[in-house]
């Protein structure tokens, strides 16, 4: 008490002491031989420094928070001997780490610079603990209070009450470690020196994607050293190559990606902040790179990732298309395609190297001769590559995406040159180079074009001659032919084929060892076989590829013959096992004869690989049992299941912060390696705390994500509603038109009792349909037109709300998984592979509404079936149903409120201007739907009335959350990679961390197992 009258006095002495503190920063710009790069303001050079940052304030702010920072300066002043933590901030050398933690305790960023001579080790280690203190603090200085389901707190502006931006949270993790002084000044140099020498800019005509391009390349400096290094590193030690074929990646953004797995996001954030600049402005700037319709190319994604993580030797083989999955439009409710021109402003990440442009042979014909079949009179393609880094996480791996661009020859079309049309002769060029021009847009549906035959075969011819490059190459940088013998190719390479999109590889690896390498056709099939592996991601009979044989024949015709040859083979090794079973023989062979003659891919698939795996335990029977019947009783060991799973760091560190650092403060920091680690959770399940913060850092993400659907769609959300959630493809099997059935349902239930408890909900619908795809166009627009009489009902309110979420990419999902209540996985069981958005939803505190479909079956079995609401039919009652003959009418006539919700959209109720307007949707539900929307809909409105009922009770819902998050171990894509590594592949995952380039190259040697390669 004695102390309380100097406190006036201690306050003048703190505003001196202060003021000091500033000016005596403001001198150590000015003078010429202390200043550094953080210190330069004038906007000349493009510099800016914290006191310009803090100038840019308003006046007010200004003298608000240094009045504040002097009041609680004084106080602390008053009990630092009793505060231990503040001590240390506080007792640095020459007392400048005071002024670094009172800028800690405000939440400001800590003036940037360079050591100064005086300060010693001790003074440093007080301002990053300071910054570490003032980065793990966030959350308790910002964001709501969540006090009960459907109430907010909003506290005093003083508490600055609000939900947090993702810079914010990321600065409360601890995960990524503490910012260090001389980190952020580097990257603020880094990031300086692009934006004048890559980029040639100044602060005065900049813009802010410049600024993200600097910031990209900054970041992309960090990758170069280790990704040179890796590959150095596997060309010394040798190891098997794993090599990923797929035709679609769906990467997403890189930016954030790379920043987490490098371990330098809080370094960068502190850094952008001190140059004046929005972080989470910059990353909204790049470009989703839209390689992939849906969850194909995402899985191949996130198993690059993993690949990487886990120190396996792997590249990722696919076309850079120039044109992605389109953008889609909601215009009047319908859906538009845009092209996605995602390399307009250029691509920061890639590498192109023409050094390694290989030919590509197309058309001419085959002759036999003395030696051989010879492939001639051929139009040559050029594959350029351009290679993208995938790092790892924080072991300094990074392996390489190399993705493949159509170039013609200079002597493309040289007969029209010869006759003077060299106009025509240049334009003709784009025919050439169309193969990497644009996606197919089309998810479980094939589409027999010539122009995507021609992109299966050009990956896959110029990926295997770059594989076999590599493989005779015999050290890093060589381009000797070393390994002229093909007996080892197996024990050093292992191509994986994700789906029968790749399935050419298999006559291609064996014309290039037959014809080329001149190896006899026994040894070259056994190769074949040893090397080649085949995932299965559909049962859908229409998604299935089958080309016709005069495509073939035209395109590639000894490709042809070669398939003619593994038949034959093929088909008499069965007859010598069932003789006279002529039915077998057509159901095994690789050729369809009925009708127009086809290639069946995935039998020539099965037929050419040692291994083939479903991507979830019900789809891996269903392909065993059904679809592949007879060549899994042939050889049953070659049937495998490999669960599909997500990368952790995009699908929780990356998108979930503020749940990632709650989760490490309660269970350690390894589990972003070892996801299995999550069981640990099942500890705090009863915890009222734990279950508090887990319900806020929920409710922060739906403020956050209803602000921004407030922003983009002009409806005002209710942050308090269950976030009802449906993204993914738009296709009749995934069942949207069940969902659009229940909203029906809900609207018709409030219109009819408008003061009966009715537990609000925002129903978020999302996904493309495939531009020729007729019925689900038609289900975006009956969504579109049910929405609009629904959020403009105002019997409705805000009880419930419909938003269709237009171009539904990598990046959006990112916003709405964190934010989302109730997950909807409601496909007919049976349909649907695996599906990886239900293990993204699951990791981020979502609960699952579902039937027992794809991975659907292994979430239940891993969290208790009590813990998601399973309804509908299961694989056998639909089977069931077939046999018995599934009649809509009976459901129609036998359930009210569905006729009532049928009767409205066939009426016109949702389309006045147009009432036959959804004719065909009707038509189609009463007499073509091989999927039984009406079958599974009384469950499905019963088992909505379970998820109401429990939502209304905060803690059993959390409790739930809790559970769910605790059994999504199993299904990272770690685990999945591991599995096909060991089961598959045959090599073993490595923990071994390579030496950053600023350590000697031999480093890890002694780290190695056995001296053998990662």
């Known amino acids: 008490m004695g102390h309380i009258p100097f406190i006036p006095a201690l306050h003048v002495c703190s505003l001196g002491w202060f003021l000091n503190f500033w000016r005596a920063a403001a001198a150590h710009c000015q003078d010429p031989a ?34 504040l920072g002097c009041v609680w300066f004084s106080f602390a002043e008053l009990g630092r001997e009793s505060a231990p933590g503040w001590k240390a901030c506080a007792g640095t050398a020459g007392g400048r780490g005071r002024g670094v933690a009172l800028y800690a305790q405000l939440s400001y960023p800590c003036p940037q610079e360079e050591p100064e001579a005086g300060q010693d080790s001790a003074g440093q280690a007080a301002t990053q603990l300071c910054l570490g203190r003032r980065l793990r603090g966030a959350r308790s200085q910002l964001g709501s209070n969540t006090t009960s389901r459907g109430t907010v707190e909003q506290a005093s502006p003083a508490g600055m009450s609000r939900p947090l931006s993702d810079q914010e949270r990321r600065k409360q993790i601890s995960i990524r470690g503490i910012v260090g002084a001389e980190s952020v000044a580097e990257l603020k140099r880094g990031f300086n020196r692009h934006l004048h020498f890559t980029l040639v800019k100044d602060r005065n005509v900049a813009t802010p994607r410049d600024y993200y391009f600097a910031l990209a390349h900054t970041v992309r400096d960090h990758l170069v050293g280790r990704w040179i290094r890796t590959q150095q590193y596997y060309y010394e030690k040798d190891p098997k190559r794993i090599y990923y074929l797929s035709l679609e990646f769906y990467m997403g953004r890189t930016l ?7 371990g330098l996001q809080n370094a960068c954030d502190e850094a952008i902040y001190q140059l004046g600049l929005d972080m989470e402005e910059l990353e909204e700037i790049e470009e989703d790179a839209g390689l992939g319709n849906g969850g194909l190319g995402r899985l191949a994604a996130c198993f690059l990732d993993s690949m990487a993580t886990l120190g396996l030797a792997a590249y990722g083989y696919g076309i850079r298309y120039e044109y992605g999955i389109f953008n889609q439009k909601i215009r ?84 029209d040159f010869n006759v003077g049309d060299y106009i025509q002769a240049v334009l003709d060029r784009n025919l050439a180079e169309n193969i990497s021009r644009v996606l197919y847009p089309n998810d479980n549906f094939f589409e027999g074009k010539e122009l995507r035959l021609k992109q299966e075969y050009f990956v896959v011819a110029a990926t295997l001659q770059d594989i076999i490059r590599r493989f005779k190459a015999s050290k890093f940088g060589s381009t000797d032919s070393v390994r002229t013998v093909f007996d080892s190719f197996p024990d050093q390479v292992a191509i994986q084929l994700n789906d029968t999109h790749p399935a050419m590889a298999i006559p291609e690896l ?41 495509l073939v024949e035209k395109l590639l015709p000894r490709h042809l013959q070669i398939i003619y040859e593994i038949n034959q083979r093929h088909l008499d090794y069965i007859a010598s096992l069932f003789p006279n079973d002529v039915d077998r023989l ?93 069981t640990k959770l099942h500890e705090f399940v009863d915890d009222d705390l734990f279950i508090r913060e887990v319900a806020k850092v929920k409710q922060e993400n739906k403020v956050k994500f209803a602000l921004y659907l407030e922003k983009e769609y002009k409806v005002k959300i209710n942050p308090s509603s269950m976030f009802d959630v449906h993204v993914k493809r738009i296709h009749e099997y995934k069942r949207q038109l069940m969902n659009c059935l229940h909203i029906i349902t809900m609207y018709n239930r409030i219109r009819r009792d408008p003061a009966k408890l009715f537990v609000p909900r925002t129903v978020i619908i999302g996904g493309k349909a495939a531009p020729g795809y007729h019925m689900a166009k038609m289900i975006i627009k009956l969504i579109n037109a049910v929405g609009h009489v629904v959020n403009n009902d105002p019997v409705v309110g805000s009880k419930l709300k419909v938003i269709f979420l237009e171009n539904y990419r990598v990046s959006l999902a990112e916003k709405v998984i964190p934010a989302t209540d109730l997950s909807e996985q409601i496909s007919t069981a049976g349909t649907e592979a695996s599906g990886t958005g239900n293990m993204k939803f699951m990791l981020n505190g979502a609960l699952t509404i579902g039937t027992m479909d794809g991975a659907n079956v292994e979430m239940a079995e891993e969290a208790g079936e009590e813990n998601l609401f399973i309804f509908g039919m299961r694989v056998e009652d639909v089977m069931e149903l077939d046999r018995e003959g599934y009649n809509a009418h009976e459901y129609y006539d036998q359930l009210p409120e569905l006729k009532q919700a049928i009767d409205q959209i066939k009426s016109g109720f949702f389309s006045p201007d147009e009432p036959d307007l959804f004719k065909d949707v009707v038509n189609m539900l009463f007499h073509h739907d091989r999927f039984k929307v009406f079958a599974d809909y009384e469950a499905y409105v019963k088992c909505q009335e379970k998820v109401s009922e429990l939502y209304l009770n905060s803690k059993a819902w959390t409790k739930m959350v809790i559970k769910n998050i605790a059994a999504a171990g199993k299904f990272s894509s770690d685990r999945t990679i591991k599995e096909y590594a060991q089961d598959i592949w045959h090599v073993e995952p490595s923990d071994l961390k390579i030496p950053p380039p600023n350590e000697p190259r031999d480093a890890a040697e002694d780290k190695t197992p056995n001296g053998t390669a990662a």
């Not at 954030?256 to 490098?262: G, R």
């Not at 197309?362 to 009179?377: C, P």
């Not at 080329?516 to 074949?528: F, R, S, V």
């Open 332 to 415: 009047d409710g319908w859906q538009v395609e845009e092209a996605d021109d995602w390399l307009r402003h250029g691509n920061p990440w890639e590498k192109a190297r023409p050094e390694y442009m290989l030919p590509v042979h197309f058309y001419g014909r085959v002759e036999h001769t003395a030696t051989g079949a010879k492939w001639v009179d051929t139009q040559v393609v050029l594959a350029l590559p351009y290679d993208t880094p995938v790092p790892g996480y924080m072991n300094n791996t990074v392996n390489t995406m190399r993705l493949w661009s159509a170039r013609a020859p200079n002597d493309f079309n040289l007969r």
């Open 34 to 67: 202390q200043r550094t790069a953080s210190c330069r303001g004038d906007g000349q050079g493009g510099w800016v420094s914290p006191s310009s940052a803090w100038a840019g304030r308003p006046a007010g702010q200004q003298w608000r928070w240094l009045l």
């Open 510 to 550: 064996m014309r290039v060892f037959v014809d080329i390498e001149k190896l006899p056709w026994n040894k070259a099939w056994d190769i074949t076989k040893r090397t080649f592996a085949y995932t299965n991601h559909t049962v859908l009979p229409e998604a299935l590829e089958r080309w016709p044989v005069d």
């Open 256 to 262: 954030q990606n790379t920043m987490i797995n490098l």
């Open 586 to 678: 057509r159901r095994m062979s690789l050729i369809e004869e009925g009708g127009t003659k086809r290639i069946n891919m995935a039998h020539l698939c099965i037929v050419g690989s040692h291994a083939v795996n479903g991507v979830a335990k019900i789809h891996s029977e269903i392909v065993k049992a059904q679809v592949f019947r007879d060549f899994a009783a042939l050889e049953p060991e070659k049937f495998q299941n490999k669960t599909n799973g997500i990368t952790p760091r995009r699908w929780l560190l990356l998108c979930n912060p503020g749940l990632a650092e709650l989760i490490a403060e309660k269970i350690g920091e390894d589990y972003v390696r070892d996801l299995s680690l999550l």
